[in-house]
Nanobody, 124 residues
């Protein structure tokens, strides 16, 4: 059974940084995608980045390019999201999700396992 557990959220001032982690366990094979999504207050959930650990391929939402970096830590079996130069509009609940295969996607549909989410609040 695939399980995802996020950590690393918190309250940060504008311009600060955070590193979110998604601990991944239970995949029966090596070919899967992990995506990071966020949901701002009163808005729908949107994909911000995804990665295929097997190939190293990544994709980003245009609005976060240059500030968000997704990576894998094979020793810890995590998929991390480094967020720099945080802005108030980055505030929201951040979720990681997984799907089988190697096709990167920022679309919510198709991801079949989700973590519980971690809160990120950017405020002075």
């Amino acid at each position: 059974q695939v399980q995802l557990v996020e950590s690393g959220g918190g309250l940060v001032q504008p311009g600060g940084s955070l590193r979110l982690s998604c601990a991944v366990s239970g995949f029966p094979h090596a070919y899967y995608i992990v995506g990071w999504f966020r949901q701002a207050p009163g808005k729908g959930r949107e994909g911000v980045s995804s990665i295929c650990p097997a190939t190293g391929g990544t994709t980003y939402r245009d609005s976060v390019k240059g500030r968000f970096t997704i990576s894998t830590d094979s020793a810890k079996n995590t998929v991390d999201l480094q967020i720099d130069n945080l802005k108030p509009e980055d505030t929201g609940i951040y979720y990681c999700a997984s799907r089988s295969g190697i096709v990167l996607s920022l679309v919510e549909g198709g991801y079949d396992t989700w973590g519980q989410g971690t809160q990120v609040t950017v405020s002075s």
